[in-house]
């Protein structure tokens, strides 16, 4: 007769109560799993954003991240293209990489002169279509599809702006900004004219490249851009707007515009060789992370040594997603320890009473000869084997909650999103979360049986056979 | 060698702060392969000395001897393993798992022995033989009489072949037919497989069938007796 045989036997002995501490268990298990999918879908959708907006890695000006953003022309990277064409040839890279591409970023005032009225904006010059084929970046297999920009088949002087923006430079009207109200009594304009030789900087320079921007969509509002050059004078750039978008974050709303990266650099760099804030690379997984970093750094100390870039990850250039993550850690660990606790006492409870109801049979086995140390693994092995139960159960019972959900048409509008997306518990796939959890129950439900099992070891023969 | 040695054993209780002593003094051989009763009123420490012949429970002074091993000395974990192989217990309330079924209530000894299962399967199917419940082998202990969860206990107190069995009270809960075929076929046993039956008893048909008898008063001897065996008489 083997020890798990008879556990299971005396499991089924008392089926209600085994049941019982069975549900509590799969009860435990299923909340677990599915809010640990809950917030992993919540991770893997904010690291997809940013993966589709950053990239993975970001080569930068090693002093760009911490001073870069007051005077980003002085922190550029020169050269940075023999940088891009560098890091696409690389062996070891290219495998790994779906996309390079190049970012301007800088602070500016955008104005609408025609209404008198401007405010400062954060730029982003960008390279359209590298742009674009980032946004098809899905390694958890999302359900959306992926968002192409707005600038995608604009000219070069184009731009798109936050709903924000456009509603600060009066824009609502013609961009089809809906929900934006205007304030009650407009006020004039009492600053001083705009000074000529600054207004003519807003004219349109005649140069080939230019033709484009002379010849975009009619009826699209306009915005003057003004940003300091490499040299410290102003600059103006004329920007037709194709789009006013809602960028889910009032602060990003009321700041941001984006720009091709062309007009970027005539804006900031003129005539003089441009350069960019940032190389965004992105790869073809998330794990691919520390291999293509530390192939960068070997490049950084000898192909591009007299470069002074550094690589960053996007978890560095995001701050908010390790303390998002952080935070559902913390929530996580503490559900998960409370139902441990509670499964701990369930548990220790159905055991103390087997221990209690079967008193004389102990007796009985240590009197034939049975080893302590067998009465308490028998004792353990009914936990054993309860935990086994409860966790295979709470696995299953979760996969098939989650499929339900996740086919039910819920929807959600997570923090910093504009529309709601669908709500997706991930809990099949995720290996180590449905690992852990079944582990984790097994142990808490070992542990519980460890003081009754040892109670139980420890009762005298004499005593445990007189018990009535 | 006697199977069964005790040297001026002594067990006292602790009942809150009233010491009770069960046993003084008590010095007893046991023959070998013989029936002997432990008789004498209630409380007068029939159970405690069993209990310490079974080694289930330590004297406070005084040597107890089975099968030639002074047990005072032993770890938990050797005295178990002594008690698997040397000592085997009928309980008054025949204390079957109710889990397991006859033939496993009987197996159970010796897969702790980790005999090989054909030989315990041959060992268990002679024992049901023996107690003539053949056909019970895969009853479950509450599918079966007061008299078969008997048998099939004496049958597992003798599956290990132990030198010693201990009986507490065997015959209390059977009705007195079924008792006297108990005690019956306890001896039968008792002769076939050559083990030395020790009972506590007030049961007169037990007493009756004992080889020695020892009477005990207030926890000592007062009384011990020869009887001739019955087969050696022959």
Redesign the interface.
């Known amino acids: ?1 083997k020890t798990l045989s ?1 556990a299971l ?2 499991l ?2 008392n089926r209600r109560r085994s049941i019982a501490t069975i549900l509590a268990m799969v009860i435990g298990s299923v909340s677990i799993l599915l809010f640990g999918g809950y917030v992993q879908n919540i991770i893997y959708g904010m690291q997809t954003g940013y993966v589709r907006g950053g990239g993975h890695l970001q080569l930068q000006h090693r002093d760009y991240f911490l001073y870069g953003s007051g005077d980003p022309t002085a922190y550029g990277i020169t050269g940075y293209q023999r940088v891009i064409d560098l890091l696409r040839a690389d062996p070891v890279l290219s495998p790994m990489l779906t996309v390079v591409t190049p970012t301007l970023e800088f602070g500016g005032i955008a104005g609408n002169f025609d209404a008198g009225v401007s405010r400062t904006v954060f730029a982003s010059g960008v390279v359209v279509d590298d742009q674009n084929a980032m946004q098809r970046w899905n390694d958890y297999g999302f359900p959306d599809r992926p968002e192409i920009l707005a600038l995608t088949g604009t000219g070069d002087d184009s731009a798109i702006i936050g709903t924000g923006v456009a509603r600060v430079l009066r824009l609502c009207a013609p961009l089809h900004v809906s929900d934006c109200p205007q304030p009650a009594a407009v006020a004039q304009p009492t600053g001083a004219e705009l000074p000529a030789d600054v207004a003519r900087l807003a004219t349109p320079e005649e140069s080939p490249g230019d033709a484009s921007s002379a010849t975009g969509p009619v009826g699209h509002p306009h915005i003057e851009l003004l940003a300091a050059t490499t040299g410290g004078a102003p600059n103006v750039a004329r920007l037709e707007v194709a789009k006013a978008e809602e960028l889910g974050v009032k602060e990003a709303n009321d700041a941001f515009i984006g720009l091709h990266l062309v007009q970027a650099q005539r804006l900031l760099y003129g005539r003089a060789t441009p350069e960019v804030t940032a190389i965004s690379l992105q790869l073809h997984h998330t794990g691919q992370i520390p291999f293509a970093r530390r192939r960068i750094e070997e490049l950084l100390r000898t192909s591009l040594k007299r470069s002074p870039l550094a690589v960053y990850d996007f978890k560095a250039l995001n701050p908010y997603y390790g303390q998002t993550v952080g935070l559902f850690g913390a929530i996580f660990g503490f559900i998960a320890v409370l139902i441990g606790a509670i499964v701990l006492f369930t548990v220790g409870n159905t055991m103390n009473a087997a221990v209690v109801e079967r008193t ?2 102990i ?12 009465i308490r693994r028998l004792f353990i092995s009914e936990a054993l084997l309860l935990g086994l139960f409860g966790a295979l159960l709470g696995v299953g019972v979760a996969l098939i909650l989650a499929s339900v959900i996740n086919h039910s048409g819920l929807t959600w509008t997570p923090p910093g999103r504009v529309h709601p997306i669908h709500l997706h518990v991930r809990v099949w796939g995720e290996w180590r979360m449905l690992l852990s959890t079944a582990v984790g129950l097994l142990l808490v439900a070992m542990l519980s049986a460890w003081w009754p099992a040892r109670r139980a070891a420890r009762l ?3 005593e445990a ?1 007189r018990h009535v | 060698m006697d199977p069964l040695i005790l040297e001026n054993v002594n067990k006292t209780y602790h009942l809150d702060r009233v010491q009770v002593a069960a046993l003084s003094d008590v010095n007893l051989r046991i023959r070998p392969h013989c029936f002997t009763v432990l008789s004498g009123a209630s409380g007068s420490g029939k159970t405690t000395l069993l ?1 310490l012949i ?1 080694c ?2 330590r004297p406070d002074r005084g040597a107890i001897t089975v099968a030639g091993q002074r047990v005072a000395d032993l770890t ?2 050797a005295l ?6 040397h000592i085997g ?1 009928v ?1 008054q ?1 025949f ?1 079957l ?4 079924t006859a033939y ?1 209530n009987i ?3 010796l ?2 022995t980790r005999m090989p299962k054909s030989k315990r399967r041959e060992r268990v199917r002679e024992l049901l033989e023996a107690v003539g419940l053949g056909m019970h082998a895969k009853h479950w202990p509450g599918q079966l009489s007061g008299g078969q969860r008997q048998r099939v206990a004496i049958a ?1 107190a003798l599956a ?1 072949a132990p030198e010693l069995v201990l009986a507490d009270e065997p015959t209390a809960n059977l009705d007195s037919q079924t008792g006297a075929s108990i005690i019956a076929l306890m001896r039968r046993m008792q002769r076939d497989y050559q083990a030395t039956f020790v009972f506590s008893s007030h049961d007169p048909h037990v007493l009756a069938e004992a080889d020695d008898a020892v009477v005990l008063q207030d926890g000592r001897i007062v009384r011990t007796e020869q009887r001739q065996r019955p087969e050696l008489a022959s």
Do not use: C, H
């Not at chain 1, 007796?363 to 067998?374: D, K, N, S, Y």
């Open positions: 007769m008879l036997r005396n089924l002995r004389v049979e007796g009985t086995l240590r009197a034939m000869g049975q080893r302590r140390a067998g005298p023969v004499v056979l | 209990n079974g289930i429970d938990d974990d178990s393993d002594f008690r698997l192989r217990f309980f309330n204390n798992l109710p889990v397991l496993e197996e159970y000894p897969v702790l597992r290990t």
